[in-house]
């Protein structure tokens, strides 16, 4: 009775959480309400001492995600306080070349960037740079495009995509096993996807406008690449036997106090401005509510049984290594209806398998099937959002082919490199 009560909720909440873009809901609020709800009905039917330990096991995976992502997020807005987006957006402008080479520089530069930065924050800044180059149908193109090679790009880096930082917090695979296996998967998405797009592109549709300069001074640019450095700072600790997110929030911490410090030596108005304690609040808090919610709600699931129930029933109790990834291929289609975090967290406990390249292989299908859709990831709903003229059908008619076919190549990709090299 309860299993099937707990099933019930999970999937009415779910299927609340998918349309909540068209329900003008917050699906922080559903999640949250999912998960507490599950775990009454566990406190129901368990001792309090056992229901406390489960709670325990599932507190610290949460703890793990949502520092991370508050770090991560603390050290974007600090590069935006710093105007390095708007440095990007004028040196792109100060090209003056035809709407075809700005659609592939500003594909690269996202490809690149999002393995960085992360594929939502990497959308948001290039979608604000194709809006003031493009317009009518190549406009939608380029904010297609965008979305596909953010998506691309954040998939083969640990902290590039909300699906790949899950599976690398939990130990599915390391850093540099990820990158290793996905790069160029992800490039071939990008590329066979970017192409298909850019074949449609029309004449050029308006000159680049002028752009005020953006100029750094020295300390300006010791505080940028400290950011940068702080970045990399998780796959350095991870070497070390450590969290990852220890390396973020130690990074951080680094480089809040070069800027105290530099408001002392160099107070100039850029420094003396930088408030990390604001930056803290300014981040979005929205997104890790969600995640508590929905890991909340995953881990109960667990606890009752169901994810194992579920594992047998798509997997078999002894899965063979062709089932695998097939199912993977089918999870990374499902993602483009489907919210990625639930659906990767759910996938933690119904895949049992020790291979990293399978792993890398989920990462893949749920990271970019997302693609196929514009609500299918978080960077295509923001660009949505940002982008007024892109809607929901405007993108299945120009991009979801081309996706599509990238998300086949890199399958295709993937399973060369597989038997060549990971089998």
Request: proline share 3%.
């Amino acid at each position: 009775m309860v299993v099937s009560l707990a099933v019930l909720i999970f999937v009415l909440g779910y299927l609340v959480i998918s349309l909540a873009y068209f329900l003008r809901v917050d699906k922080s609020a559903v999640a949250l309400l999912i998960g507490g709800v599950l775990w009454v009905l566990i406190a129901a039917t368990l001792p309090h001492d056992a229901i406390g330990s489960a709670l325990a096991e599932a507190g610290s995976d949460i703890f793990s995600i949502i520092v991370f992502l508050l770090g991560a997020m603390t050290l974007v807005e600090i590069l935006t306080h710093y105007r390095i987006f708007d440095l990007i957006r004028v040196r792109l402008f100060a090209l003056h070349v035809s709407d075809r080479a700005q659609f592939w520089i500003i594909g690269i530069l996202t490809f690149c960037l999002s393995p960085i930065l992360d594929n939502l924050t990497t959308t948001i800044v290039m979608a604000q740079v194709a809006q003031r180059f493009f317009r009518g149908q190549n406009l939608l193109l380029a904010i297609a495009a965008i979305v596909v090679s953010a998506n691309a790009g954040g998939a083969f880096s640990p902290i590039g995509d909300v699906t790949t930082l899950m599976l690398w917090l939990a130990g599915k695979f390391s850093a540099l096993e990820v990158i290793s296996q996905l790069f160029f998967p992800s490039l071939f998405l990008f590329l066979v996807s970017n192409w298909l797009l850019a074949r449609r592109l029309q004449a050029d549709t308006q000159d680049v406008e002028e752009e005020t300069q953006v100029s750094f001074s020295l300390s300006e640019k010791i505080i940028c690449g400290f950011v940068f450095l702080a970045f990399t700072m998780p796959f350095f600790f991870s070497q070390l036997g450590l969290p990852p997110y220890l390396g973020i929030i130690t990074g951080l911490a680094f480089v809040w106090f070069v800027g105290d410090v530099f408001k002392i030596v160099v107070p100039q108005p850029s420094h003396l401005s930088v408030d990390i304690n604001r930056f803290l609040q300014k981040t979005d808090i929205a997104t890790l509510k969600f995640f508590i919610g929905i890991l909340l709600a995953v881990s109960a699931l667990a606890h009752l049984g169901i994810l194992a129930h579920a594992s047998e029933a798509m997997f078999g109790n002894a899965p063979t290594e062709g089932r695998l990834i097939a199912g993977s291929v089918v999870l990374g289609i499902l993602s483009a209806v489907v919210d990625n975090v639930p659906l990767t967290a759910a996938a933690i406990d119904i895949l049992h398998t020790t291979n990293s390249a399978i792993w890398s292989l989920l990462a893949l299908a749920v990271g970019t099937g997302g693609s196929l859709l514009i609500i299918g990831s978080a960077a295509g709903i923001v660009a949505m959002g940002t982008a007024q003229e892109m809607t929901f059908f405007r993108y299945l008619r120009i991009a979801t082919v081309p996706a599509f076919i990238g998300y086949v190549a890199a399958i295709v990709t993937w399973f060369i490199q597989f038997r060549l090299f990971f089998a």
